[in-house]
């Protein structure tokens, strides 16, 4: 059992590919519409979607899990080196080299080749064994990510007002167009952003990236030439197709920014959550559909966005931005929806006033995290009952990716110092308790299970208090296993 949980570890290591390119444009505010329910949360049933010949199983067993191990398609995720070394023309240009030079870039390039790998091997089923001609994909999902920190950066530098004025008159020059000239394809923008923003406000330095935003807007002016460079070697009918896509790509992208830029956030006007919920579901989802579809029209496989296996991804998504809300709810107020803000002003008014009371002291620090499942659990257990109910409907593989990337992630609910943390469990329980009164002792008990295996240091004293198969089943099930199964877990746990 020691050998297969090894194994099993490693293998996840490469399987959370899956998850890299998603991921990165779940960035983009993916969200999806749930209603808010008055004590069990619950989730509308949906057709789990298939990625496998065999199908995910609410009950466990452990000769399951080996069949899906071993599975072919699975097996896929050992040919990784190899698309590595084909890329290696790419990720050693000097272009390259220099915005590797970036602090933060390297772990972003790294993400979407990642991704790339799990769309071309396990989706697209491309051969491990010779380059494919979907690179204009990875080049356009980094310069998406790359585009949207910077019109965050520059909004946050420059201050709303600004941003408003620039694109009161006409906004239309800030659209990416595609440009036909006889058999050669080629986008464009219809105005130059240094031209129009202060010089003073070009040279500021974006915060993540370390780097002034006039440096940040010419490597996105090399994105767009290498795009067009890639988009004059294919033949007109691939460049036409692959060029509207990823105009439709970007455009989507600025769409979500002028929402932003144009709503109003101040403490008297949050949205409800259904609205925050649909209008980011309809947005990523297009946006994600026209990448996937890229990919597709550059591998010369455009039929397999009939796939059943599309909505999978988009269920992957909506996950992990539930988690990314939960993460960035300080940094979101005030400067765009949150699902965790919406939860508890619409839903929580004590946990809202205690947040709006607090947040100028909670920004997060590396050696102090904010206590915010301490004093909002009821709104933070409802985000997380929303992306548990989804995961559920995944099959196994979806569920080992969503499993794992949760997981590495590491997601701050609370402060890791507050309580020793061989008793963090016990205590963070009995604090929560009379908070949650909508909610039964087995969901609270649950609650506190879930928090406290997504923080590294609790999760190993928690380990060492269960078996293998419970241990193996936290990590890799935890949003499988039910209430029930959780607060027997946590009884067992207490009473050591």
């Keep these: 059992m020691q050998r297969l949980h090894l194994h099993f570890s490693i293998a996840l290591q490469i399987l959370h590919l899956g998850v890299a390119e998603v991921n990165c444009i779940a960035y983009f505010n993916t969200k999806y519409y749930m209603p808010f329910p008055q004590n069990q949360l619950t989730v509308s049933a949906q057709t789990p979607v298939s990625l496998h010949a065999f199908s995910g199983s609410d009950k466990f067993t452990w000769t399951a899990e080996l069949r899906h191990f071993l599975s ?51 989706f697209l089923k491309l051969s491990p064994f010779h380059r494919h001609s979907t690179d204009l994909a990875d080049i356009t999902t980094v310069a998406l990510f790359f585009g949207d920190e910077f019109i965050d ?31 050669k394809v080629s986008l464009h923008y219809g105005l130059k952003l240094d031209q129009l923003a202060p010089p003073e406000m070009l040279h500021q330095l974006n915060e993540k990236y370390g780097i002034s935003y006039q ?14 460079e890639f988009l004059g070697k294919s033949n007109f009918e691939k460049a036409d197709k692959a060029a509207d896509k990823i105009a439709d790509s970007c455009n989507t992208c600025f769409a979500s920014f002028l929402h932003d830029i144009h709503s109003c956030y101040d403490h008297g006007h949050l949205h409800s959550e259904a609205s925050v919920l649909h209008f980011h579901e309809s947005k990523t ?23 059943i ?49 607090h947040k100028n002291t909670l920004k997060p620090q590396s050696e102090q995290y904010p206590l915010l499942s301490l004093y ?17 409907t995944m099959n196994w593989e979806q569920q080992k990716i969503m499993h794992y990337l949760l997981i590495k992630e590491e997601y701050v609910v609370y402060r890791e110092n507050l309580f020793p943390k061989d008793d963090l469990l016990f205590n963070f329980y009995w604090h929560i308790k009379n908070k949650m009164e909508h909610l039964s002792t087995e969901s609270i008990k649950s609650f506190s299970i879930d928090t406290c295996i997504l923080l590294k240091e609790t999760r190993r004293e928690l380990m060492k208090s269960v078996g293998f198969s419970t241990t193996y089943r936290l990590r890799y099930n935890l949003f499988n296993l039910s209430h029930q199964e959780k607060a027997l877990i946590f009884d067992r746990i207490i009473a050591k």
């Excluded at 946050?156 to 036909?180: C, H, M, S, T, W």
């Excluded at 009821?378 to 995961?391: F, G, T, V």
């Design 285 to 307: 989802a297009y946006m994600q559909e026209k990448l996937l579809g890229l990919r597709c029209v550059l591998a010369d496989k455009e039929q397999a966005m009939f796939s």
């Design 309 to 357: 296996q599309i909505p999978g991804w988009l269920d992957i998504m909506r996950v992990v931005q539930i988690y990314d809300d939960i993460q960035d709810m300080i940094i979101d107020d005030g400067l765009q929806d949150n699902l965790v803000l919406s939860t508890a002003y619409h839903y929580f008014p004590d946990e809202w006033e205690w947040f709006c009371g």
């Design 215 to 228: 440096k940040f807007y010419e490597l996105l002016q090399h994105f767009l030439y290498l795009m067009n």
């Design 376 to 392: 909002m659990p009821c709104s933070l257990q409802h985000c997380m009952q929303l992306a548990a109910d989804k995961i559920k």
């Design 153 to 183: 950066g520059l909004a946050e530098a420059a201050g709303k007002p600004f941003i408003q004025r620039l694109l009161e008159d006409d906004n239309q020059p800030f659209y990416l167009r595609k440009k036909v000239c006889g058999n």
């Design 72 to 122: 072919p398609k699975f097996l896929k995720i050992l040919w990784w080196p190899l698309f590595r070394y084909h890329q290696r023309w790419f990720t050693h240009s000097p272009f390259m080299i220099s915005c590797r030079q970036i602090p933060a870039f390297d772990k972003l390039w790294d993400t979407i080749k990642k991704g790339a790998f799990a769309y071309n091997s396990l």
